[in-house]
Each structure stands twice: as C-alpha cells, then as structure tokens.
C-alpha cells in the first residue's frame, strides 16, 4: 500500500503540493488524472523518492520511504518504472534493454537465467523473439512502450507506475496500449499507479480515479462515479477531453 500523507512541496515561491492526500490499496490500480503542469510528475517523483516533500510523508507499507537511504534503495527495487519517453537505451538491444536491471542487481543469475527472465516478460507483452536483437531505433513507438514495460516487469516489481502511457501514440496504438495494461493488470494483478492526463485510458485501465488539481486531490472515485460527478474539477476534465462514454 502506498500512502501520501498530508504533502506540500514547493518550488520558490511556486506551491505545487498543497496537503495532498492519497492512498493507494494493494492490488489496486489507480489513475492520476489533471491538466499538464497541475503536479502530476512531482506526485510521481515523491512516490519514487527522486523528491522529498517540504511537508507530509510517503508510506510504502507503513515505511516512510525518507527515512533513511537504505529505506528508499529497498522501496526503488519494488517498483517497476514505465517512462513516458520509454527511456530505452539506444546502443543496446531490445533484450539487452529488459534484462539491465537483473544485471545491475543480480549479477549471480548469470546471463542465461537473465534472458530466460527477458524472454517471459518480453512474452507477457506480446512481442516475438524476432525483436529481441533489435535496436531502439527500430521500433514503434508502440513497441518501445512495450519493451519499456517488459523491463519495467523484468525484476518482478511489487509496484508498477505508468508516467503518460499513450502519449505519443495514434489512437489506434493507444487503445492498444490500453488493452494491454488491462490484460497485465488481470493476469499479475499488481498494485499499479497510472499518472496521465488522457482521461479515456485511465477510465478504461484503473478501478478508481483520482484527479489533481490546485496541489490537491479534488476528487476520488469509480470511472463510472468519475462520469457522473457534479465536481466542478472533474466535469471541466472530462468536457475538456471530449469524453463521451466509458469502453
């Protein structure tokens, strides 16, 4: 369970978080939804502990994640990071993309046991061996996603966050990325955190929405609560994204 207590942060005289509340329940996926610069990616550099909050504490199950260094190194390892660039290594191929993480903190594995590893999870986003020696460059976009999410699932994470997941897809591609997130998220049922401004994926993907705006959480619910709120937040969102009906 991931909870935000009570987080301010600001920079300068720029107040980004304003007492932000937020608990995530085991198993559960929730979708971060706001307008762009509302501080979803702050939110997201606090739950990863790339930011400490000026105020309030992030709990990983019950650990308060700035506690200590040792503390945050143990929380990184149990999260699994699908970057909204992909962020893949463009020298190296696709397996070698996947398996890094093992090698950086599981060198004892040994290689075979590591593409073994690549392999099932490069197979669990339905990309063929044919991909596996190729290079960045040589994919989709759509397809980088996936190598993205294989590796982010390479060391088995307790966590997974999508920072943006669509963005940068055609329509097409992304309700395809769409059916895949919910498809990992029925087989491997993890706790998952899905932070992006396109309203129909999150309604799609998470089982309750939580929207950000003016530094805080202004609404929580269902997709279908979402749909019939009279919050005023999260009608102007949902007009403003020309969402229609729930998938």
């Known amino acids: ?83 909204q660039s992909s962020a893949l290594f463009d020298s190296l191929e696709v397996m070698e993309n996947v398996i890094i993480g093992l090698k950086e903190h599981y060198p004892e594995l040994g290689l075979k046991k590591m593409e073994e590893i690549g392999s099932e999870k490069l197979e669990l986003v339905e990309l063929s061996s044919e991909t596996y020696s190729l290079k960045p460059q040589e994919l989709s976009g759509g397809m980088k996603k996936r190598v993205a999410i294989a590796r982010a699932l390479s060391m088995d994470p307790e966590y997974i966050i999508y920072d943006e997941p669509t963005t940068g897809l055609d329509p097409i591609i992304a309700d395809k990325m769409n059916n895949l997130m919910l498809h990992l998220k029925e087989k491997l049922n993890k706790t998952t955190v899905i932070v992006t401004h396109d309203l129909h994926s999150a309604f799609k993907v998470a089982d309750r929405i939580a929207m950000l705006a003016e530094g805080k959480i202004v609404f929580e619910g269902s997709p279908e609560k979402a749909m019939k709120t009279d ?7 949902i007009q403003s994204s020309s969402l229609i009906s729930v998938e």
């Open 1 to 83: 369970m991931i909870e935000i207590i009570d987080v301010h942060k600001s920079f300068g005289n720029n107040h980004v978080l304003k007492g932000l509340d937020l608990t995530i329940r085991q198993g559960e996926t929730v979708g971060v939804v706001g307008e762009s610069g509302c501080g979803k990616t702050v939110l997201l550099k606090h739950i990863l502990g790339l930011l400490k909050p000026d105020e309030g504490k992030i709990l990983v199950d019950g650990m308060d994640i700035n506690d200590n260094a040792s503390h945050l190194f143990d929380v990184r390892k149990r999260f699994g990071m699908v970057f």
């Open 231 to 237: 919050n005023v937040f999260m009608k102007r969102f």
